[in-house]
């Protein structure tokens, strides 16, 4: 269990690490995606064969800074969601081995002026389930 804060904590570093150390699959359902440092990680994972999934928020999708409609230019499998209320989900599920959680939203403004968490979990139970609730999503959203 590793955990980093913010503000200047870290913790976009660590998501960055997190995402470059992925070697096969990683599966990301995160409310506010507008780090482009972060963005940029998610498509290099792409680009060199990770099998890539994004799920946002589509309100925050409609944002004048979201990296959505970067990331699927870069052809990244991208879904906004479709249900009534918010998506609010931050994490990421890392090769079926760890999940990143907490309340960081991909942003700059979480990077370097809330005060966030992100939290890495190594623990089977916990991944599984983390991934059970995203293909539910990711299925509910096609």
């Known amino acids: ?30 409310y506010a995606f ?13 680009k060199r064969g990770v099998q890539v999934r994004v799920l946002t928020d589509r309100f925050q999708a409609g944002g004048e800074y979201s990296d959505d409609e970067k990331l699927e230019l870069a052809g990244v499998p991208l879904r906004r969601d479709t249900q009534s209320g918010l998506m609010h989900h931050k994490f990421a599920i890392s090769d079926d081995f ?13 990077d370097t002026r809330n005060m966030e968490n992100w939290n890495i979990v190594r623990l089977k139970y916990a991944v599984e389930e983390y991934e059970d609730e995203f293909n539910r999503l990711w299925e509910l959203n096609s």
């Open 1 to 30: 269990f590793d955990s980093y804060f913010s503000p200047n904590g870290g913790a976009a570093d660590f998501i960055i690490g997190f995402i470059d150390r992925t070697e096969f699959k990683l599966d990301i359902a995160v």
């Open 34 to 46: 507008t780090h482009d440092e972060i963005a940029e990680a998610v498509i290099r994972a792409h």
């Open 98 to 110: 760890a999940v990143g959680v907490g309340s960081f939203n991909w942003s700059m403004n979480a």
